[in-house]
Structure formats: structure tokens, C-alpha cells
């Protein structure tokens, strides 16, 4: 247990483990599991997670940028590293050295990976956008063939695209998603093009056993973290249980008590309706606690669910210990946990803060000290 951290995070290296191992049985023993790790695990520590995804037998981690996967390769991590959304020009020498796969989005994109003469050809993934309109290629098999052709140096090994609303079982999107990306394959195949990775699902088509969307490659990153997306519509029922393995605390920097009338924070936005006792924590929006939890959102203090007051400072925040007046400076409150019975988890907090759960784990910032534990 912290002793002299103001605001701090642990994380639980079993449960990412397990996680991970979950996702596996999920995916099924003909799939490989990529674990995601960009945007520093979603706020869990991307070095960290990585060795114990390591540890648990990944071949493939996955991360946004170059930059990202040359922190990984630096603190010694050996797993295959893909780069999902894009290289930036003065970033290709830096793929080759650092042994990256990126992942490229148009064709024209091959030939700039090209290289003449080399022995070790370059292993490129190529993403197909399907539907979701954002990164990846509307590009023909044919014309994916030709740029192949006329790019030495550089081969296809996977083949990937993202779904849109794989959670989503009132929409037809991902039935779409997924024909266009066969159709791809098998257009491909027939031009003697047959990239040995193909892969689209990630944590919520693994859950909810997207039919049709199985691949040789799956991409889990939300899961691996202890969280699945609820669905929506008529969905099979969800193969894959996992528990979050971050909890956040701070502590209480001031405790005092308000007479009827007082005004509370920035704006006066809360009016004590009566006398009552408040705690000042050691942790705003500063740290990651979303300024729209200002009035309405909730932490765990002393065995009980103490509301926040007022608006959400910077670097403070203000909960009511009414129910909890033994609680003083230097106590442990819990803004994301479990403390006995009581529980407050990222999705929670995002239904609160009209955001999502990936949001609120990226949110939690850099200067919140991070602790594993087993």
C-alpha cells in the first residue's frame, strides 16, 4: 500500500494476465491474440502490461504510433509490435530499425516502403476501410495487387480492418463490414494474393462472437483492461468475463464542516440545503477526474458513496463525509474501485460524465503515480 502518494493508481498484474487469458479462450485456440497497448495501455502502463503479456505467451502487440512502439522495443520488448495508425514520413527509417509492422491505409503507401535490394523484406499490414470512413484503403484487389507487384522489398502479411458498432446488434453495419472484407480476400486469392494474417475483431466482436468475423488475428485491447462494451439489440450472450485491473485512489487533504447556505466551490454551484461535513480530496480534472462528474458524480469514502460537490477544481475536489465524519487529512478515498461491498468501475463513471470508459482510463493523467501489484 502507497504510503506517501497523494493520488495514485495500482494496477493488478493477475488480472491482466487473466484477462489476457480470457481472451484467448474467447477468440478460440485457432486464433492469435494481439494485445493492445497504445495509448500506454489505456492509461495501465504500456512497458508493464507488455511484459506480462509477454509473460503470457503474446507474440503480437499493437500500438498507435512509431513513437510508441520504439518505447516498447527501448525497455527490451521482443513481441512482434504493429503500428495502427500510420507512419508519418520521417518515421520509415524508424520502422525498419526498430523492427515495426506498420500498418498502411492506402496503396500509394506500399511503393514509399519499397527498397531495393534488401534481403530482409519489410512486412507491411494493409487496412481495408469497410465502412467505418475514417483510416484504411477503398482500393481494389486488383489495384492492391498492382502496387504490390511494383513495391520490392515490402510483402503483405496481414490483412485487417476495424468494426464501427460491433456492439451494435439493432445495426447492420458490422454484417457489412465484414462481407466487404471477404470479399477483399477472396478477390485477392484469386489474383494468387493470400496475406497469411487477416484480422478485424477486436474486444467486442470477441465477446459477442461476431459471426463471420473470425480471423487468424484478433486485437483485444478494452478487455484486456477488464472491460466489454454492453450490447445493444439481440446479442448472443457474452463469451468473454473479465474484471477491470485498475483501481484509483487520493486522499483527503482537509475535512470541515458548513453551516445551512454555504456555497462550495468555483461559481458557488452547490448550496448546503444543511450543516454538514465535507473532505477536500487531493485530486481534479487535473488528475483525470472528469470536470463533468462536477455535482453529480460519486467516490467511494469510509464504507459509504459520498457525492461530489461543486464544481471539480484542477487539483482538488470536494465530496460530501456527512455518512463518514470519522474520516480526517491524510484518508484514502476511493474515485475507482471496490472498497468492501461498494464499487465504482470506468463505465460507471463514464455514465455519469456522459463520456465512455475508454475516455476515463486514457483520462487518468501522467503525474498519478501508477502501482503494480500481484
Known amino acids: 500500500m502507497p504510503q506517501t502518494a497523494r493520488c495514485y493508481v495500482e494496477i493488478s498484474r493477475s488480472r491482466i494476465a487473466s484477462n489476457y487469458r480470457a481472451?484467448?479462450?474467447?477468440?478460440?485456440?485457432?486464433?492469435?491474440?494481439?494485445?493492445?497497448?497504445?495509448?500506454?495501455?489505456?492509461?495501465?502502463?504500456?512497458?508493464?502490461?507488455?511484459?506480462?503479456?509477454?509473460?503470457?505467451?503474446?507474440?503480437?502487440?499493437?500500438?498507435?504510433?512509431?513513437?510508441?512502439?520504439?518505447?516498447?522495443?527501448?525497455?527490451?520488448?521482443?513481441?512482434?509490435?504493429?503500428?495502427?495508425?500510420?507512419?508519418?514520413?520521417?518515421?520509415?527509417?524508424?520502422?525498419?530499425?526498430?523492427?515495426?509492422?506498420?500498418?498502411?491505409?492506402?496503396?500509394?503507401?506500399?511503393?514509399?516502403?519499397?527498397?531495393?535490394?534488401?534481403?530482409?523484406?519489410?512486412?507491411?499490414?494493409?487496412?481495408?476501410?469497410?465502412?467505418?470512413?475514417?483510416?484504411?484503403?477503398?482500393?481494389?484487389?486488383?489495384?492492391?495487387?498492382?502496387?504490390?507487384?511494383?513495391?520490392?522489398?515490402?510483402?503483405?502479411?496481414?490483412?485487417?480492418?476495424?468494426?464501427?458498432?460491433?456492439?451494435?446488434?439493432?445495426?447492420?453495419?458490422?454484417?457489412?463490414?465484414?462481407?466487404?472484407?471477404?470479399?477483399?480476400?477472396?478477390?485477392?486469392?484469386?489474383?494468387?494474393?493470400?496475406?497469411p494474417l487477416t484480422h478485424c475483431a477486436s474486444t467486442n466482436a470477441i465477446a459477442y462472437a461476431r459471426s463471420g468475423a473470425a480471423h487468424p488475428l484478433v486485437r483485444p485491447g478494452h478487455a484486456i483492461y477488464g472491460y466489454v462494451s454492453p450490447a445493444r439489440g439481440n446479442a448472443p450472450a457474452c463469451a468473454l468475463r473479465v474484471t477491470p485491473a485498475l483501481s484509483w485512489k487520493t486522499r483527503i487533504v482537509t475535512v470541515k464542516d458548513l453551516p445551512t447556505g454555504a456555497r462550495v466551490g468555483y461559481g458557488g454551484s452547490f448550496v448546503a440545503a444543511a450543516p454538514m461535513r465535507i473532505a477536500v480530496l487531493a485530486a481534479g480534472y487535473a488528475d483525470g477526474i472528469p470536470h463533468r462528474l462536477s455535482n453529480k458524480g460519486k467516490v467511494i469514502a469510509g464504507g459509504h458513496f459520498a457525492p461530489i460537490l461543486g464544481t471539480v477544481s484542477m487539483d482538488l475536489t470536494t465530496i460530501d463525509i456527512t455518512a463518514s465524519p470519522q474520516l480526517r487529512p491524510g484518508d484514502e478515498v476511493t474515485l475507482l474501485g471496490r472498497e468492501g461491498e461498494l464499487s465504482l468501475d470506468a463505465q460507471q463513471i463514464a455514465r455519469t460524465a456522459g463520456t465512455i470508459s475508454y475516455n476515463v482510463l486514457c483520462g487518468i493523467s501522467a503525474r498519478v503515480r501508477r502501482f503494480y501489484v500481484d
Open 23 to 195: 481472451a484467448c479462450a474467447a477468440a478460440g485456440s485457432g486464433a492469435q491474440v494481439m494485445g493492445v497497448v497504445k495509448a500506454d495501455a489505456y492509461g495501465h502502463g504500456a512497458v508493464e502490461v507488455s511484459r506480462i503479456l509477454a509473460g503470457e505467451g503474446a507474440r503480437w502487440l499493437a500500438v498507435s504510433s512509431v513513437e510508441e512502439g520504439i518505447t516498447l522495443r527501448r525497455a527490451g520488448i521482443d513481441c512482434r509490435v504493429l503500428v495502427m495508425a500510420g507512419v508519418m514520413p520521417w518515421e520509415r527509417e524508424a520502422v525498419r530499425e526498430f523492427r515495426l509492422t506498420p500498418t498502411l491505409h492506402s496503396v500509394d503507401e506500399i511503393g514509399l516502403f519499397r527498397k531495393e535490394g534488401t534481403t530482409e523484406p519489410l512486412d507491411i499490414h494493409l487496412k481495408l476501410d469497410t465502412g467505418m470512413n475514417r483510416l484504411g484503403t477503398h482500393a481494389t484487389a486488383s489495384e492492391i495487387a498492382a502496387a504490390l507487384i511494383a513495391a520490392s522489398g515490402v510483402r503483405l502479411e496481414g490483412l485487417m480492418s476495424h468494426f464501427a458498432s460491433a456492439a451494435d446488434f439493432t445495426s447492420i453495419q458490422t454484417d457489412d463490414q465484414i462481407r466487404r472484407f471477404n470479399d477483399v480476400v477472396v478477390a485477392l486469392a484469386e489474383l494468387g494474393i493470400r496475406p
